[in-house]
C-alpha cells in the first residue's frame, strides 16, 4: 500500500489540472483499496453545498449533478466534523440520506475522509462499499494521506479560477498566500526557472588525478566569477551602488578561504571536484540551515546557489536561453540572484518563489530593484505555473494566477497608484523624520551581514542602530581573531561616521551555533545564547571588546550594545569586561574613548528590571523579535504557531510602556531595534511611548518615515491611549489601519490609494 501511495501522489501531483488529479485519485483509490465506490465532492463555500466532481464506480452522469447542502447527509456530517468516519453499515446511521442519483441504497460500506488546508475542509474523499465493511486502520490513514495531497490541488485549482469554470457558477477568485517580501503590484506572465544544476544527486568518487580535480575545479570557480563580473555590468545602470554589493557578496564568498580551502582539501583527500565541492557547500549550509535569527539562515540559500553555479560549470552544462515574456513574473521554487539578474529589467515585474522569506537575499534584491515579490508561496505547483497570466500583491505575499477580468482590473489601478506613492518617497529621502509638530524621532538602521560591504539606507539613516556581528564568526573555520574583527568593525565606523554605529555582542547560542564550537541543547532558546555564553568564556568577549574599541579610534562614533540579557549581574559583569579591555588598550598606548554602552531588553525579566539595568548603563534597545517570543511563549521561527506571534499584543504594548518608564528615571534613552519598529502601523504607538529613536531594515526606512511626517506626537499619544484599551491585537490593529487611513497612508501597508 505504501508503493501505491507513492506512485498515487506522484501521478496527482503531475495531473496538469485538478480534474485530472481527481479522476487519478477516485480511479487508483478504488481499485488499492478494492472498493465498489470512490468519489470527491468538494465544497462549493460561496453555495453552501457539497458538488460531486469525480467519482469511479458509479452508473450514469452523476458528476456536477450531485449537489448536497451543507448540513446534509454523511458527506455533511464528515464536512462539519473535519475527521473521518467509517461505517460498517451506513443505512442504519441517522445521518444516512438516500440520494437518488447516486443509487445509494445499494452500499453499506461507508468511509469518508475530509480535505484539509489550512483547517479548512475543502471537500470530502468517499469510499463505499455494496456489502458491509469497515475499512482497517491502514486504509483509513491511507485514504486520509491522498486526502491530504490533494488540498493543495484544490487551492490551486481555486485561485487559477479552474475551480470557478468547473462550477460554471463564477466563484469570486481566490488567491495563493505567501510572504509579502517587496511592496507592490506586478501584472505579468510566468516564466519558470529551476535550478540549473543539482548539487544534492552528485555522487562521491574517487579521483583518478587529483590535480587534474583541483585544476577544474579553480576553472569553475573562475568561470562563475566572470559569470558575475558579466551580470554586474548588465545590473550596474539599474541598481544603485548599495544594491550592487550583492554581487560582492558572492564574489567574496568565491574568493574567501571557507569554499575553496574546505572544497580543495576534499579533492586532496581522495574526493572527485564534484564531490568535494558537494561535500563543502552541504556542511556550509547546514550550520546556516539550523540558525535561529531567519535573516542568517537565508543565507544558507546564497551558498546552494553558489554550490550549484560552480556545478554547472564542472559539468560543463550552459543553460538554454530563456525566453522573457514582456512582462516577466519571474516563478521558481529557489530563484538565485542570478536568475533575477539575468532578465532585461524592462521586462521583469514581479517575483514569486515557493520557498523563503522577506529576509532572503532574494528579497532584499527584489526591495533594491523595486520588483514586487511574494516569497514562501508554498501552495504554487511551478510545474504548471509556466506561461500563466499572474498578478502579485508584495504588499499582502498575494499570488493570482490567471486573474479574472475584474481582479485584474483592480489590481492594475492599484498598480497606477503604487508608481505614484514610489516617487512619492524617494523625494524624502533627504528630509528629516520630524512629526508635523517638530519632535524628532531618528531613524536608524539594522545591519551586520559580512557580505553587505555597502548595506542599503546609507544616505536615509541617521546611523546603525543594530550591527548584528554574528555573521564574521559563522562563516569561518575557528573563531576570527582580534585584527580580523576589528577591519570588519571599522568599515562599518567608516562608512557611517560622524553618525552613530552601535554594535552589539556576539549574540550566538544554541540554535545558531558556530561549526567550531559544537552544543547540544534541549531547549536551545532558553539555553546558552548571547550574554551568557560570552561571559563563561571571557576570551571571547574580551577580543570582541577590544576588536570593536580599536576600531573606533578617531571616529568616535561607537556604541555598544549588550543581548540577551537576563540579570543586573550579567550587565555588572559586562561592564567589568569591556573596562578591562578599554584599560588594557590605553596602557598598551591606543587612544581609546570609553563609548556608550547599552543593553538589549528582549527577556521578559529585563523589562520587569528596566529601571536598574538603566541605572547601571547608558541606554536601552528593545529587541521586539525576542521580546515577543518570550513574553507570548511562541518561537519566533515555527510556522505553527506564527498566527500567534504578534507584536500588537496588548502584553507587549505594556512591556514597552514599562520599559520606557524605568529608563526616564535615571534619564536614558530607549530605541527600539526589533521588526516591529520598521511597521508603519508600529509608528504611532512607539512614536506616542515617547521612544527616542526606532532602528529597522533598510527598506521600512522611507515608509516609516513617511508616517512620521505626516501626523503629530499629540495624535500619536491619541492613538496610544484607546490601544492601551484595547484587549486584544485584532482591535489594536484595526484601530492603527484606521488612524493610518486617516492620514492617507493606508497604501504604505496595503496596495491601493
Ligand atoms: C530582537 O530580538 O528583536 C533583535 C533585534 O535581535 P535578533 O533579531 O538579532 O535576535
Ligand atoms: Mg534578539
Redesign the pocket.
Known amino acids: 500500500m505504501l508503493e501505491s501511495l507513492r506512485r498515487i501522489v506522484q501521478e496527482v501531483n503531475n495531473a496538469p489540472d485538478l480534474e485530472q488529479a481527481l479522476t487519478i485519485i477516485v480511479r487508483r483509490v478504488k481499485q488499492a483499496v478494492g472498493a465498489d465506490v470512490c468519489s470527491v465532492y468538494l465544497n462549493d463555500l460561496d453555495n453552501r453545498r457539497h458538488v460531486l466532481h469525480a467519482s469511479e464506480g458509479l452508473r450514469g452522469k452523476v458528476v456536477g449533478r450531485v449537489r448536497l447542502e451543507f448540513g446534509r447527509g454523511l458527506i455533511g456530517l464528515v464536512s462539519e466534523r473535519a475527521e473521518p468516519i467509517n461505517l460498517d453499515d451506513a443505512a442504519t446511521h441517522p445521518r444516512y440520506e438516500n440520494v437518488i442519483d447516486t443509487k445509494e441504497d445499494r452500499y453499506h460500506g461507508f468511509l469518508g475522509a475530509p480535505i484539509i488546508q489550512n483547517r479548512k475542509v475543502l471537500g470530502v474523499l468517499v469510499l463505499r462499499q455494496r456489502q458491509r465493511r469497515h475499512f482497517d486502520e491502514d486504509e483509513v490513514t491511507f485514504v486520509m494521506t491522498l486526502a491530504s495531497q490533494l488540498a493543495g490541488a484544490i487551492t490551486f485549482a481555486r485561485t487559477s479560477g479552474e475551480l470557478a469554470r468547473l462550477q460554471e457558477d463564477g466563484l469570486p477568485q481566490r488567491f495563493l498566500p505567501g510572504l509579502a517580501a517587496s511592496p507592490g503590484i506586478g501584472i505579468g506572465q510566468a516564466v519558470v526557472v529551476y535550478p540549473p544544476a543539482d548539487l544534492d544527486a552528485v555522487p562521491d568518487r574517487r579521483a583518478e588525478n587529483t590535480e587534474t580535480e583541483e585544476l577544474d575545479f579553480q576553472q569553475a570557480v573562475n568561470a562563475v566569477l566572470a559569470d558575475l563580473e558579466r551580470f554586474a555590468t548588465r545590473t550596474q545602470k539599474l541598481l544603485s551602488s548599495e544594491d550592487m554589493a550583492l554581487f560582492d557578496a558572492w564574489r567574496m564568498m568565491l574568493e574567501g578561504d571557507t569554499l575553496i580551502d574546505g572544497t580543495l582539501a576534499r579533492i586532496r583527500a581522495g574526493n572527485w571536484a564534484p564531490g568535494a565541492l558537494r561535500e563543502t557547500i552541504s556542511e556550509h549550509v547546514k550550520v546556516f540551515d539550523s540558525m535561529e535569527?531567519a535573516y542568517l539562515r537565508e543565507r544558507a540559500s546564497d551558498i546552494r546557489d553558489l554550490g550549484r553555479c560552480v556545478l554547472m560549470h564542472l559539468q560543463n552544462l550552459t543553460a538554454a536561453p530563456i525566453q522573457y515574456a514582456a512582462q516577466t513574473i519571474l516563478v521558481g521554487e529557489e530563484i538565485s540572484a542570478m536568475q533575477i539578474a539575468d532578465v532585461p529589467r524592462d521586462k521583469l515585474v514581479g517575483i514569486v518563489s515557493t520557498t523563503g522569506s522577506g529576509s532572503s537575499h532574494v528579497g532584499i534584491l527584489a526591495r533594491g530593484m523595486g520588483i514586487p515579490a511574494a516569497m514562501g508561496v508554498a501552495d504554487l505547483p511551478v510545474g504548471r505555473a509556466e506561461g500563466r497570466e499572474m498578478v502579485v500583491d508584495g504588499y499582502r505575499g498575494r499570488v493570482y494566477v490567471a486573474p479574472g477580468p475584474a481582479v485584474r482590473a483592480e489590481y492594475q489601478r492599484l498598480a497606477e497608484d503604487d508608481a505614484v506613492l514610489t516617487s512619492e518617497l524617494q523625494a524624502l529621502r533627504h528630509l528629516p523624520a520630524e512629526t508635523t509638530d517638530g519632535y524628532a524621532l531618528p531613524l536608524f538602521l539594522?545591519t551586520g551581514l559580512v557580505s553587505e560591504s555597502r548595506p542599503l539606507g546609507i544616505e536615509e539613516s541617521a546611523g546603525v542602530g543594530?550591527y548584528?556581528t554574528e555573521l564574521p564568526f559563522i562563516v569561518r573555520d575557528s573563531f576570527p581573531g582580534e585584527s580580523a574583527q576589528m577591519s570588519n568593525y571599522r568599515h562599518v565606523l567608516e562608512l557611517f561616521a560622524p553618525r552613530p554605529v552601535t554594535i552589539r555582542t556576539l549574540?550566538i547560542g544554541g540554535d545558531k551555533p558556530l561549526p567550531y564550537f559544537p552544543m547540544h541543547e534541549a531547549n536551545p532558546f532558553l539555553g546558552w545564547r548571547g550574554i551568557r555564553i560570552t561571559l563563561d568564556h571571557p576570551e571571547i568577549f574580551l577580543t570582541q571588546v577590544r576588536a570593536i574599541l580599536r576600531a573606533s579610534i578617531g571616529l568616535d562614533n561607537l556604541q555598544i550594545l549588550i543581548?540577551m540579557i537576563s540579570t543586573v549581574g550579567e550587565v555588572d559583569d559586562a561592564l567589568l569586561l569591556i573596562h578591562r579591555a578599554h584599560d588594557e588598550l590605553l596602557e598598551e598606548g591606543y587612544q581609546v574613548k570609553m563609548p556608550p554602552v547599552g543593553v538589549?531588553i528582549?527577556v521578559p525579566a529585563a523589562v520587569y528590571q528596566a529601571e536598574a539595568l538603566a541605572r547601571r548603563v547608558d541606554f536601552l534597545s528593545v529587541?521586539?523579535?525576542?521580546?515577543t517570543q518570550y513574553l507570548l511563549a511562541v518561537d519566533r521561527n515555527n510556522p505553527h504557531v506564527a498566527k500567534l506571534y504578534d507584536e500588537f499584543h496588548p502584553a507587549i504594548l505594556r512591556a514597552l510602556l514599562q520599559i520606557i518608564t524605568g529608563a526616564r528615571v535615571h534619564g536614558r534613552e530607549v530605541s527600539v531595534?526589533?521588526?516591529m519598529a520598521g511597521d508603519p502601523l508600529a509608528t504611532f504607538l512607539l512614536l506616542g511611548m515617547g521612544v527616542h529613536s526606532l532602528s529597522m531594515g533598510a527598506g521600512s526606512l522611507l515608509r516609516v518615515k513617511r508616517v512620521i511626517r505626516s501626523i503629530s506626537r499629540a495624535r500619536a499619544r491619541e492613538v496610544l491611549k484607546i490601544a492601551l484599551q484595547c484587549e486584544d491585537s485584532g482591535s489594536i490593529r484595526r484601530l492603527l489601519l484606521d488612524a493610518l487611513e486617516d492620514v492617507g497612508l493606508g497604501a504604505l501597508v496595503r496596495p491601493g490609494k
Open positions: 535569527d539594522n543594530l548584528r549574540d543581548p538589549m528582549e529587541g521586539t523579535n525576542d521580546l531595534c526589533g521588526e
